[in-house]
């Protein structure tokens, strides 16, 4: 009996059938929700008197002391409009560096990855997040998602503090991955 209203409910019902199945699979990966938002803040707000670029604002710069860089978006609060694949600042510019719903848009995020890199100083720290479940969204282009376990090995050059698996409104179909690491080196004064 259990076998056939499975069956049914497949047939009958096959968004509700789909939505257990992301449900079941979130919970394997487990909800990481809680750490990233602290892990966040306590990286923007022990932000102040370093060196901090922005990539992707989404809404507002963290704090005016945030280099803000977007390619798109040509409003203010946006300090170059920057490819993140070819970012024109000096090498290890930065202490902190962020970048948040960008790498799912460019062709190549190990290029991007590699730019980051770059402008980090030894002992930097980097914020990534990207999409895992979301709906497709243009901006211009949307090419990738990725696993925690893909997003490791992107970023793979840094020493990881923390990542993991976040639900977005508490919802299993709209989840994201973030990783918090270090760039090998020493800390920046």
Same mark, same amino acid.
């Given at each position: 009996?259990?076998?056939?209203?499975?069956?049914?409910?497949?047939?009958?019902?096959?968004?509700?059938?789909?939505?257990?199945?992301?449900? !079941?699979?979130?919970?394997?990966?487990?909800?990481?929700?809680?750490?990233?938002?602290?892990?966040?803040?306590?990286?923007?707000?022990?932000?102040?008197?370093?060196?901090? =670029?922005?990539?992707?604002?989404?809404?507002?710069?963290?704090? +005016?002391?945030?280099?803000?860089?977007?390619?798109?978006?040509?409003?203010?609060?946006?300090?170059?409009?920057?490819?993140?694949?070819? =970012? !024109?600042?000096?090498?290890?510019?930065?202490?902190?560096?962020?970048?948040?719903?960008?790498?799912?848009?460019?062709?190549? &995020?190990?290029?991007?990855? %590699?730019? =980051?890199?770059?402008?980090?100083? +030894?002992?930097?720290?980097?914020?990534?997040?990207? +999409?895992?479940?979301?709906?497709?969204?243009?901006?211009?282009?949307?090419?990738?998602?990725?696993?925690?376990?893909?997003?490791?090995?992107?970023?793979?050059?840094?020493?990881?503090?923390?990542?993991?698996?976040?639900?977005?409104?508490?919802?299993?179909?709209?989840? %994201?991955?973030?990783?918090?690491?270090?760039? +090998?080196?020493?800390? &920046?004064?």
């Amino acid at each position: 009996m259990g076998n056939a209203l499975v069956t049914l409910v497949r047939r009958c019902l096959p968004a509700a059938s789909h939505y257990y199945l992301y449900s !079941r699979a979130a919970r394997r990966l487990g909800d990481a929700s809680r750490e990233r938002r602290e892990l966040f803040a306590q990286l923007v707000e022990g932000s102040a008197g370093a060196d901090c =670029l922005q990539i992707g604002v989404r809404g507002s710069k963290f704090a +005016p002391h945030w280099v803000s860089v977007d390619l798109h978006d040509r409003s203010q609060q946006i300090d170059h409009n920057y490819d993140i694949q070819d =970012l !024109r600042f000096p090498d290890g510019s930065f202490d902190i560096a962020v970048c948040n719903a960008v790498l799912e848009h460019v062709e190549s &995020p190990a290029r991007a990855i %590699g730019e =980051l890199s770059r402008v980090l100083r +030894p002992g930097g720290r980097i914020w990534v997040e990207v +999409p895992f479940n979301q709906p497709y969204h243009a901006a211009p282009n949307d090419f990738w998602r990725t696993t925690p376990a893909g997003l490791r090995i992107w970023m793979g050059e840094f020493a990881e503090i923390a990542s993991g698996f976040f639900r977005i409104y508490r919802c299993s179909i709209y989840t %994201g991955v973030f990783y918090y690491g270090r760039k +090998p080196g020493v800390e &920046p004064a």
